[in-house]
């Protein structure tokens, strides 16, 4: 045979070996497990005592050597291949992370779930960050299978726990995904043929309780397509799946509100005809318990269903909509309503729930919501209200952030309006401690131009409160703080269309110097500024016609650059807002 022709069949027996990659790696699974060796940690050590010049590295012949002191025994062609897979930088030697990095690849799903499903129960108060002491006073080292067995001492198994859980915790804590990263080393030494295994040890090391044993995903799904035939069964040529199972919902929730208890749930599954073990319908709740709140939304469980109809039946579209989508409709409607009030608009809203909420935690139930958008002046249908609270109404506990719900209003400012507003709060916050108080404002609102001051009605003092009290500070001594002030302007720009309007409002109101333009830019401004009697004209089509009415519009907006309508000789061209005010 020539010598290209045995390169060849070389070449050929190596592809081969490389393509069976996943099954080396199971059988130094297997190995390992045999070996008694439980996590990733305990054969660091032995890593490190033939890691000679200390790089971290070990060349072909060390890492054999290493193979072999771990109980790892391979064929020549299985060592080449794994080699060179453990070898990815191509560098002819192998770290310990390259070395663990293929081992701790795929997880099986009935590993990922129940390491999940402890973490939850551990977790009990839902922060999602777990104290590493208490984590490690809840281990319960006896469950293992090894101390069972009388392998190992549960004094030795305690203490791998906690060396090797330790590797992951931050700030003294551990997150869900630290809790993982735990559980990928027990994973690189399990083969997979030990997924039972793995999930006896999980249960019986956290002593999680019968009831909440571990369901396999195949039960689980055999639960959903029992319910799903039984609403199919229900479902009318004229409806999809998701429409049936709302009318079904709608016997259980009596009050109308939008989520269903674990009795309301389980008396769903007897009316639609299934009858099922107590422990599979805590299965099914939990299931459908999306944010683990101890209810199921009825939105998104009817979602759920005609979305899997629709699946099994390519001809048919749900009609339910799929998912809770904002009510964007509704919210244009109120926000068209707020704006044609001018730039307090959004403002008075938010003063209002303030208001409303008692306890200050920017959260407002039902009833008082419902109250609030009719004292504010909106319409809505009972349709209208219900999609805009439910939809608002996140963890389905009957209240409504409503600092969020005017985020879905007012929107967010640009980049180039926030420069603007953050420029003007440097320059009140004199002290630079990140409050603006009275004494800051004074002597830098333009309050002197003001038609109110200007008349005599109020003295600049009494002008400069009244300004204030539009941010209904939570300081007693009526400071406001840089959030407060960026959600105020939040409220105004809502109503200002255009950016330079919105920056020449600001740099008039707080005396802020004109931005340095030059050539085109100045000239695309000054193109902006029209006379007071242009401005008259335009909007009131008479020079006569409610000057001073005019001006105090324009002046509420901030948009003059003098005091009283005789002396001005120009104005900025108001926003649109401003013009729906006039007119």
């Keep these: 045979v020539s010598t290209q022709s045995t390169w060849d069949i070389e070449s050929k027996n190596i592809m081969d070996w490389h393509n069976r990659l996943d099954v080396i790696r199971e059988k130094i699974r297997f190995q390992l497990c045999a070996k008694g060796i439980d996590t990733l940690a305990a054969i660091q050590k032995y890593f490190a005592e033939l890691d000679l010049d200390k790089s971290g590295k070990l060349n072909a012949e060390e890492f054999e050597k290493f193979m072999a002191t771990i109980g790892v025994f391979l064929t020549t062609q299985e060592f080449r291949s794994i080699y060179d897979a453990y070898d990815p930088n191509k560098d002819g030697e192998v770290s310990f992370d390259e070395f663990i990095g293929v081992l701790r690849k795929d997880m099986s799903e009935p590993r990922k779930a129940i390491v999940?499903?402890?973490y939850e129960l551990l977790d009990e108060a839902g922060k999602g960050a777990i104290p590493l002491e208490a984590l490690t006073k809840k281990y319960f080292a006896q469950g293992h299978p090894r101390v069972r067995t009388r392998e190992k001492a549960p004094e030795a198994v305690q203490k791998d726990f906690e060396i090797a859980i330790t590797k992951w915790a931050q700030k003294g804590v551990i997150t869900l995904d630290a809790f993982f990263e735990y559980y990928q080393d027990i994973n690189a030494v399990l083969p997979a043929e030990k997924d039972a295994y793995f999930v006896d040890m999980v249960v019986k090391t956290w002593n999680?309780?019968?009831?909440?044993?571990?369901?396999?995903?195949?039960?689980?799904?055999?639960?959903?397509?029992?319910?799903?035939?039984?609403?199919?069964?229900?479902?009318?040529?004229?409806?999809?799946?998701?429409?049936?199972?709302?009318?079904?919902?709608?016997?259980?929730?009596s009050k109308n509100s939008g989520v269903l208890t674990p009795d309301q749930f389980s008396k769903l599954l007897v009316n639609i005809g299934c009858l099922l073990k107590p422990e599979d319908?805590?299965?099914?709740?939990?299931?459908?318990?999306?944010?683990?709140?101890?209810?199921?939304?009825?939105?998104?469980?009817?979602?759920?269903?005609?979305?899997?109809?629709?699946?099994?039946n390519p001809n048919v579209q749900p009609k339910f909509t799929v998912e809770a989508e904002p009510p964007n409709q509704v919210l244009e409607k109120i926000k068209k309503n707020l704006t044609s009030r001018g730039s307090y608009g959004i403002r008075g809203l938010f003063l209002l729930f303030k208001r409303i909420d008692?306890?200050?935690?920017?959260?407002?139930d039902r009833h008082e919501f419902a109250w609030a958008m009719k004292e504010n002046g909106?319409?809505?249908?009972?349709?209208?209200?219900?999609?805009?609270?439910?939809?608002?109404?996140?963890?389905?506990?009957?209240?409504?952030?409503?600092?969020?719900f005017l985020r879905g209003i007012r929107g967010e400012l640009n980049e180039k309006r926030q420069a603007v507003v953050l420029e003007v709060f440097k320059k009140l916050d004199k002290t630079g401690d990140g409050f603006v108080t009275v004494d800051d404002l004074v002597g830098v609102y333009n309050a002197e131009k003001h038609p109110k001051f200007v008349s005599g009605v109020m003295t600049k003092k009494e002008i400069l409160e009244e300004f204030l009290g539009q941010w209904d500070t939570k300081k007693k001594d009526k400071s406001v703080t840089l959030e407060e002030f960026i959600d105020y302007y939040k409220?105004?720009?809502?109503?200002?269309?255009?950016?330079?309007?919105?920056?020449?409002?600001?740099?008039?109101?707080?005396?802020?110097?004109?931005?340095?333009?030059?050539?085109?830019?100045?000239?695309?401004v000054e193109d902006k500024k029209v006379t007071f009697a242009d401005a008259e004209a335009k909007f009131f089509g008479s020079p006569q016609a409610n000057i001073s009415s005019f001006f105090t519009t324009i002046s509420d907006c901030h948009l003059y650059t003098s005091p009283s309508p005789p002396d001005a000789t120009q104005v900025r061209v108001p926003s649109s807002a401003c013009k729906k005010k006039v007119l």
């Design 116 to 118: 999940k499903q402890a």
């Design 208 to 253: 999680i309780a019968e009831a909440t044993m571990y369901v396999t995903p195949a039960h689980l799904e055999k639960l959903e397509t029992i319910m799903y035939e039984k609403i199919r069964q229900r479902t009318t040529a004229k409806e999809d799946e998701g429409k049936a199972l709302m009318k079904a919902m709608r016997y259980v929730d």
């Design 281 to 312: 319908v805590q299965t099914l709740f939990e299931k459908f318990d999306y944010d683990r709140s101890g209810k199921i939304c009825c939105d998104k469980i009817a979602s759920y269903f005609a979305l899997k109809g629709s699946g099994n």
């Design 358 to 364: 008692a306890s200050g935690n920017k959260k407002i």
């Design 378 to 404: 909106h319409v809505l249908s009972s349709l209208e209200f219900e999609r805009l609270f439910k939809f608002f109404d996140r963890n389905n506990d009957g209240f409504v952030d409503y600092d969020e």
């Design 491 to 524: 409220d105004i720009s809502a109503s200002i269309d255009r950016d330079d309007y919105f920056e020449a409002m600001l740099r008039n109101a707080w005396k802020l110097p004109e931005p340095k333009l030059k050539g085109e830019e100045k000239k695309v």
